[in-house]
């Protein structure tokens, strides 16, 4: 007997990737459709992040010349684990906000979540998600695409930024990394990079193991006058710590009955 | 580093807590002169003194009400119920006291108390002295519950269990004593409400507790080497329930599987089932499966325990042949 | 099987009647200011539960309340001899336990009416009464358990060496659960600054006890039996009470050990609000009506020289904060929506998943 169900991954996409399942062979048992088979028909690798890399650049953005204020910039590799087609921006939010309020910097205490976005201007602005800290990543992704969830960076005079420290999500944009500009006002920017497949050393039963895993360059631009270096980069390894811990980013279907 | 057996890692998590706080105290039948039936409390007594380290009258209700009102008035106890079984007996202090009193007095009360016991069969001892109740807890409302498969998991949640200011119920598992491993040197103190990933894979995510997750891990090897790739979860905690991280495997893996010491109703497994089916509807790529033991009390002759308590054969069948079809 | 409803019709066993003499404790060594606090404290429960009656008869107070009508004398006659900071332990009938530490009748009182300003924010209801800062460590619903925690908190105190001692308030049916018994022989075997105080009101719920208890006196005929001295009292004579407290309390403190004390006294109503308490005999009940705790009391100070415009300026004082209470509770808000969802945990939330 053929098997004409699909199973629920399949379904979902098959009607992201615009595959008609009708037509399609499968190679499951009984002819089952895999979400490989689906994947291949629509010509996507069945491994995301392959497809990430592909899309790549090798450059980096370098902030202009002459912004008149001295930065610094450190960058390490976040372990992600197996591979996954889900954003990393969202994981990189909750690990910045999480290590903020373990060891708040120039005021930023993991309550509120600043993230750099890029005005239709093209200029790059700073846009703030209050009360974020609770927030697990599915939650900051809707929030993050929901324009009436950020509100406009408080200019008034006298008025600190809601949170000294942003986050930039190069990932989105399909870059490996960045150096962004240090927009006035911010004492830092970590920005998180695209993952890409990386043989690594894992660890099973206390014995390394090599395997495929998914790494994502985390880095950090700040003003050293307001973060020193030290700072910096202990930010940047209990990042690196959080995105590690939470490895994969959560499911995008709603949460609900929590 | 040292080698310890899961019994000395529970010794060792009480007292690097007592060392570390003069409040915490351990009270319970036969854990002070005796080290526990289990010797799971061994050198206590010696250590800290039968001010701290209490023997107790075979009375679970009287324990336990102790420990509550102590917990209430500025110490943070450590009560034992000798086998998880007894908690029936003193059901009404767990469910009706410990659990509520913070939410009926609307905050008044802080209950940073730690209840262990020795929970799980696999030791021929009957179906009075074998159960695996961890899901009574975890049915009701205010008890945090947490269930280590290693002996470094024991020392770390231990501390968790103590310094967190809820009430706890720690469930060490009788079956997995005697096991030991290497545990590192210097204070342990773990987190309360996390899975951790024991052996990652592709194919599937298996979730297990307590004696379940050395079996679902021998499973996983045999697996691999008929080519199936399964990724192994130690739940560790069901209340706080880490939801973010079973889910995440799910995403990858799309498919489910739950292992489960208990009888077959209404056991953890079911309950993370229903949340996969709900927000991982469509990461799934076939039914969520639990194996557990079936709807019985257990046997107590070892022939028909093994038979019943899901066994390393029995979990390799059950994935495999889930997922050819 | 011999069973008590062969030997004789539901609600017409032997009446058992209270003392004859109101004036034996008329020259005991207390001292004028505490016998009208004594007294004042017996007011504020006397009003303060009539009050909350007709609140219930209104439909105002929900579900169900548990009144100490009658039963005043032991309430305040330990209230007033406890130190500040020892603790207190009550069941399901409580409200008289409550104020007798000091807690104010606004928040109680509001909290029977289920309001945001109640002590428990709405969520704990009349039967969970508890006030942590007045020592008042809780009213239990489950009769029994109490016994063990109130063990619990004493055995803290003995631990700090505080001297701080626990006092547990129970009825007469909870001397047959297990937990009753459990309690009392660790807190024997520990010797715990604790004092077990049995309000025999002679009736469990609807059951006489002397039906379903294998001895006569509930509570001190079974002290022997956990090493304890058997000591019954007169509930409804707030001096005995006071001074049988003053002793036990100070036994505990000094590190002797557990009291247990048995307090004959009566309910004028029913079990709960919703029971009007058919199955007493009518001789017993009058009898017992006009053994009235306040109204012994009252005599007791006149005999005593005090003047009556002062007993009742007090009376006067009592009654304008029963009212003030009902007005102030009455007008609080109801409990906001999510506070349904808070102070399960520590954290304050509820909760269980990530």
């Given at each position: 007997?053929t098997?004409?169900?699909?199973?629920?991954?399949?379904?979902?996409?098959?009607?992201?990737?615009?595959v008609?399942?009708?037509?399609?062979?499968?190679?499951?048992?009984?002819g089952?459709?895999?979400?490989?088979d689906?994947?291949?028909?629509?010509?996507?690798?069945?491994?995301?992040?392959?497809?990430?890399?592909?899309?790549?650049?090798?450059?980096?953005?370098?902030?202009?010349?002459?912004?008149?204020?001295?930065?610094?910039?450190?960058?390490?590799?976040?372990q992600l684990?197996?591979?996954?087609?889900?954003?990393?921006?969202?994981?990189?939010?909750?690990?910045?906000?999480?290590?903020?309020?373990?060891?708040?910097?120039?005021?930023?205490?993991?309550?509120?979540?600043?993230?750099?976005v890029?005005?239709?201007?093209?200029?790059?602005?700073?846009?703030v998600?209050?009360?974020?800290?609770?927030?697990?990543?599915?939650?900051?992704?809707?929030?993050?695409?929901?324009?009436?969830?950020?509100?406009?960076?408080?200019?008034?005079?006298?008025?600190?930024?809601?949170?000294?420290?942003?986050?930039?999500?190069?990932?989105?944009?399909?870059?490996?990394h960045?150096?962004p500009?240090?927009?006035?006002?911010?004492?830092?920017?970590v920005?998180?990079?695209?993952?890409?497949?990386?043989p690594?050393?894992?660890?099973?039963?206390?014995?390394?193991?090599?395997?495929?895993?998914?790494?994502?360059?985390?880095?950090?631009v700040?003003?050293?006058?307001?973060?020193?270096?030290?700072?910096?980069h202990?930010?940047?390894?209990?990042?690196?710590?959080?995105?590690?811990?939470?490895?994969?980013?959560?499911?995008?279907?709603?949460?609900?009955?929590? | 580093?040292?080698?310890l057996?899961?019994?000395?890692?529970?010794a060792r998590?009480?007292?690097?807590?007592?060392?570390r706080?003069?409040?915490?105290?351990?009270?319970?039948?036969?854990?002070?002169?005796?080290?526990?039936?289990f010797?799971?409390t061994?050198?206590?007594?010696?250590?800290?003194?039968?001010?701290?380290?209490?023997?107790?009258?075979?009375?679970?209700?009287?324990?336990?009400?102790?420990?509550?009102?102590?917990?209430?008035?500025?110490?943070?106890?450590?009560?034992?119920i000798m086998?998880?079984?007894?908690?029936?007996?003193?059901?009404?202090?767990?469910?009706?006291?410990?659990?509520k009193?913070?939410?009926?007095t609307?905050?008044?009360?802080?209950?940073?108390?730690?209840?262990?016991?020795?929970?799980?069969?696999?030791?021929?001892?009957?179906?009075?002295?074998?159960q695996?109740?961890?899901?009574?807890?975890?049915?009701?409302?205010?008890?945090?519950?947490?269930?280590?498969s290693?002996?470094?998991?024991?020392?770390?949640?231990m501390?968790?269990?103590?310094?967190?200011?809820?009430?706890?119920?720690?469930?060490?598992?009788?079956?997995?004593?005697?096991?030991?491993?290497?545990?590192p040197?210097?204070?342990?103190?773990?987190?309360?409400?996390t899975?951790?990933?024991?052996?990652?894979?592709?194919?599937?995510?298996?979730?297990?507790?307590?004696?379940?997750?050395?079996?679902?891990?021998?499973?996983?090897?045999?697996?691999?080497?008929?080519?199936i790739?399964v990724?192994?979860?130690?739940?560790?905690?069901?209340?706080?329930?880490?939801?973010?991280?079973?889910?995440?495997?799910?995403?990858?893996?799309?498919?489910?599987?739950t292992?489960?010491?208990?009888?077959?109703?209404l056991?953890?497994?079911?309950?993370?089932?229903?949340?996969?089916?709900?927000?991982?509807?469509?990461?799934?790529?076939?039914?969520?499966q639990?194996?557990?033991?079936?709807?019985?009390?257990?046997?107590?002759?070892?022939?028909l325990?093994?038979?019943?308590?899901?066994?390393?054969e029995?979990?390799?069948?059950?994935?495999?042949?889930?997922?050819?079809? | 099987?011999?069973?008590?409803?062969?030997?004789?019709?539901?609600?017409?066993?032997?009446?058992?009647?209270?003392?004859?003499?109101?004036?034996?404790?008329?020259?005991?060594?207390?001292?004028?200011?505490?016998?009208?606090?004594?007294?004042?404290?017996?007011?504020?429960?006397?009003?303060?539960?009539?009050?909350?009656?007709?609140l219930?008869?209104?439909?105002?107070?929900?579900?169900?309340s548990?009144?100490?009508?009658?039963?005043e004398?032991?309430?305040?006659?330990?209230?007033v001899?406890m130190?500040a900071?020892?603790?207190?332990?009550?069941?399901?009938?409580?409200?008289?336990?409550?104020l007798?530490?000091?807690?104010?009748m606004?928040?109680?009182?509001?909290?029977?009416?289920?309001?945001?300003?109640?002590?428990?924010g709405?969520?704990?209801?009349?039967?969970?009464?508890?006030?942590?800062?007045?020592?008042?460590?809780?009213?239990?619903?489950?009769?029994?358990?109490h016994?063990?925690?109130?063990n619990?908190?004493?055995?803290?105190?003995?631990?700090?060496?505080?001297?701080?001692?626990a006092?547990?308030?129970?009825?007469?049916?909870?001397?047959?659960i297990?937990?009753?018994?459990?309690?009392?022989?660790?807190?024997?075997?520990?010797?715990?600054?604790?004092?077990?105080?049995?309000?025999?009101?002679?009736y469990m719920?609807?059951?006489?006890?002397?039906?379903?208890?294998?001895?006569?006196?509930?509570a001190?005929?079974?002290?022997?039996a956990?090493?304890?001295?058997?000591?019954?009292?007169?509930?409804?004579?707030?001096d005995?009470?006071?001074q049988?407290?003053?002793?036990?309390?100070?036994?505990?403190r000094?590190?002797a050990?557990?009291s247990?004390?048995?307090?004959?006294?009566?309910?004028?109503?029913?079990?709960?609000?919703?029971?009007?308490?058919?199955?007493?005999?009518?001789?017993?009940?009058?009898?017992?009506?006009a053994?009235?705790?306040v109204?012994?009391?009252?005599?007791?100070?006149r005999?005593?020289?005090?003047?009556?415009?002062?007993l009742?300026?007090?009376?006067?004082?009592?009654?304008?904060?029963?009212?003030?209470?009902?007005?102030?509770?009455?007008?609080?808000?109801?409990?906001p929506?999510?506070?349904?969802?808070?102070?399960?945990?520590?954290?304050?939330?509820?909760?269980?998943?990530?």
């Amino acid at each position: 007997m053929t098997r004409q169900q699909h199973s629920p991954r399949v379904r979902r996409l098959a009607g992201e990737h615009g595959v008609d399942l009708a037509g399609l062979r499968g190679s499951g048992p009984a002819g089952r459709v895999r979400p490989a088979d689906v994947l291949a028909a629509a010509g996507q690798p069945a491994t995301p992040s392959a497809a990430v890399a592909a899309a790549v650049p090798a450059a980096a953005v370098v902030p202009a010349a002459g912004s008149g204020r001295t930065v610094a910039a450190a960058l390490v590799e976040a372990q992600l684990g197996a591979a996954d087609d889900r954003p990393v921006g969202p994981l990189a939010a909750v690990a910045l906000l999480r290590a903020l309020r373990r060891t708040p910097l120039a005021d930023a205490d993991g309550r509120h979540l600043a993230v750099l976005v890029d005005g239709a201007d093209g200029r790059r602005g700073v846009r703030v998600l209050r009360d974020a800290g609770d927030l697990n990543p599915a939650a900051v992704a809707r929030r993050l695409t929901d324009p009436d969830g950020l509100a406009e960076e408080a200019s008034a005079a006298g008025d600190g930024p809601a949170s000294a420290v942003a986050l930039c999500d190069s990932a989105a944009a399909g870059l490996l990394h960045e150096v962004p500009q240090l927009p006035a006002g911010l004492a830092a920017v970590v920005s998180v990079g695209a993952p890409v497949e990386r043989p690594t050393v894992v660890h099973h039963d206390g014995q390394p193991m090599l395997a495929i895993g998914a790494v994502s360059t985390v880095g950090i631009v700040h003003d050293p006058a307001r973060i020193t270096p030290a700072a910096a980069h202990a930010l940047l390894g209990a990042v690196r710590a959080e995105l590690e811990t939470l490895r994969s980013t959560t499911n995008p279907t709603t949460n609900r009955n929590r | 580093m040292a080698q310890l057996s899961y019994r000395e890692a529970v010794a060792r998590g009480i007292a690097q807590e007592m060392d570390r706080d003069e409040r915490v105290v351990l009270v319970g039948e036969d854990v002070a002169g005796a080290g526990g039936v289990f010797k799971t409390t061994a050198g206590l007594l010696d250590r800290f003194g039968p001010r701290r380290v209490v023997d107790t009258p075979i009375s679970e209700q009287a324990i336990l009400g102790a420990a509550m009102g102590a917990a209430m008035t500025g110490l943070r106890p450590v009560a034992e119920i000798m086998f998880s079984d007894f908690f029936a007996v003193c059901w009404d202090i767990v469910v009706n006291q410990i659990a509520k009193t913070r939410y009926m007095t609307n905050g008044q009360v802080s209950l940073p108390l730690v209840i262990k016991s020795g929970n799980g069969g696999s030791l021929r001892f009957g179906a009075q002295h074998s159960q695996s109740v961890e899901n009574w807890a975890m049915a009701v409302p205010g008890l945090k519950v947490v269930s280590p498969s290693t002996p470094t998991d024991v020392v770390g949640l231990m501390a968790a269990a103590v310094r967190s200011d809820d009430p706890v119920l720690f469930f060490e598992h009788k079956g997995l004593y005697s096991g030991r491993a290497e545990v590192p040197d210097g204070e342990i103190v773990d987190t309360l409400g996390t899975a951790k990933i024991r052996r990652p894979g592709r194919d599937a995510t298996v979730v297990a507790l307590g004696l379940m997750v050395p079996r679902a891990l021998r499973a996983a090897d045999e697996l691999a080497g008929r080519g199936i790739d399964v990724e192994v979860i130690d739940v560790r905690s069901l209340v706080p329930l880490d939801v973010t991280t079973i889910l995440d495997s799910v995403h990858r893996t799309g498919r489910l599987f739950t292992v489960e010491e208990n009888p077959r109703l209404l056991g953890w497994g079911a309950e993370i089932a229903s949340i996969a089916v709900d927000e991982a509807f469509w990461d799934l790529d076939g039914p969520v499966q639990r194996i557990t033991t079936p709807h019985i009390p257990l046997p107590s002759a070892d022939s028909l325990e093994d038979l019943v308590i899901p066994s390393v054969e029995s979990i390799g069948q059950t994935i495999e042949k889930a997922l050819q079809s | 099987m011999t069973l008590p409803l062969q030997h004789h019709p539901y609600g017409e066993h032997d009446a058992v009647l209270p003392p004859g003499d109101v004036t034996r404790h008329d020259s005991a060594p207390i001292d004028l200011d505490t016998r009208l606090h004594l007294y004042r404290r017996q007011q504020e429960m006397r009003q303060f539960e009539k009050r909350a009656y007709d609140l219930f008869m209104q439909q105002l107070v929900k579900g169900t309340s548990h009144l100490s009508l009658g039963m005043e004398a032991i309430a305040a006659g330990f209230g007033v001899a406890m130190r500040a900071d020892d603790y207190s332990f009550a069941t399901y009938r409580g409200h008289a336990h409550t104020l007798a530490r000091g807690v104010g009748m606004t928040p109680v009182l509001a909290e029977l009416l289920g309001r945001a300003n109640g002590l428990l924010g709405g969520k704990g209801g009349s039967m969970h009464l508890t006030s942590v800062e007045h020592g008042m460590l809780g009213s239990y619903a489950i009769i029994g358990a109490h016994l063990t925690i109130a063990n619990g908190a004493a055995w803290s105190a003995q631990y700090r060496g505080s001297g701080q001692v626990a006092v547990c308030f129970f009825g007469d049916g909870t001397t047959n659960i297990g937990a009753f018994h459990e309690a009392l022989n660790y807190a024997a075997v520990y010797r715990l600054p604790v004092v077990f105080v049995c309000e025999n009101n002679l009736y469990m719920e609807y059951t006489v006890t002397s039906d379903i208890t294998a001895v006569r006196r509930p509570a001190a005929d079974r002290a022997a039996a956990y090493g304890m001295t058997p000591i019954e009292i007169d509930g409804n004579d707030a001096d005995e009470v006071y001074q049988t407290a003053v002793a036990a309390l100070a036994r505990a403190r000094s590190g002797a050990g557990p009291s247990l004390v048995e307090a004959v006294t009566y309910r004028h109503g029913g079990h709960s609000r919703a029971d009007p308490g058919k199955y007493r005999p009518a001789a017993e009940v009058a009898a017992w009506q006009a053994y009235d705790p306040v109204a012994i009391y009252r005599g007791r100070l006149r005999r005593l020289g005090v003047d009556p415009a002062q007993l009742d300026r007090i009376d006067k004082e009592v009654a304008d904060a029963v009212d003030e209470a009902t007005e102030q509770a009455s007008a609080g808000e109801l409990p906001p929506p999510g506070s349904a969802m808070t102070e399960l945990w520590a954290d304050g939330g509820s909760s269980w998943r990530n």
